[in-house]
């Protein structure tokens, strides 16, 4: 297990130790927590966004620098997701994305 819980205060109704709260690194930061009084509740949303976002938020980093050769080149599609992101089961495997052996994938 990679994730380690706590207890803490809730923010919204002021219970002791009510909130549980649980966060992991693997296979990218994710938190969560949950009152056990006021139903208070939070967790990492995690998406994959469109083309057009990521090349928005491309443009708005673009839009910061001043040398040329540091901008990011706007996309014509998204990167495909490695193999193991695939093993650990966050997306399905896109066609065409053919399985490697386990003791060819590094974790």
């Known amino acids: 297990m990679s994730g380690s819980s706590s207890s803490q205060d809730c923010p919204r109704?002021?219970?002791v130790d009510t909130v549980q709260t649980y966060s992991d690194w693997r296979p990218y930061d994710q938190v969560e927590g949950f009152c056990r009084d006021c139903g208070f509740a939070w967790q990492t949303n995690a998406r994959i966004a469109s083309l057009a976002e990521v090349?928005?938020?491309?443009?708005?980093?673009n839009d910061n620098l001043d040398d040329e050769e540091t901008k990011l080149p706007i996309l014509t599609q998204l990167?495909?997701?490695?193999?193991e992101w695939l093993k650990w089961g966050q997306e399905p495997r896109p066609e065409g994305i053919e399985e490697v052996p386990s003791e060819k994938v590094s974790g």
């Open 13 to 15: 109704c002021g219970g």
């Open 79 to 83: 990167a495909k997701p490695v193999e």
């Open 55 to 61: 090349n928005e938020v491309r443009e708005d980093w």
